[in-house]
């Protein structure tokens, strides 16, 4: 998650079983359409996850519905 600086937050998850997948979204900031959505097999986040964003914030983040460019990174 991206938050200001300064602010808190709280992630809380369930224990689920190992080949349970997690979804990854990204949506337009001008019109909430999905522009990207990634599903993956997490076992270790530090390793897992950052390929996931690089391969959005480098590829295409045009929205579908209005054409506007998802920021990437903000």
Known sequence: PQRSPGSGGVVVEKIRPREVDDGFEWYCPK?????????????????????????????NRQCPSCGAVHPGRG
């Open 31 to 59: 019109c909430w359409a999905l522009v990207h959505r990634v599903e993956v097999n997490v076992q270790n986040i530090v390793a897992d996850l950052p390929p996931l964003f690089e391969s959005f914030y480098k590829g």
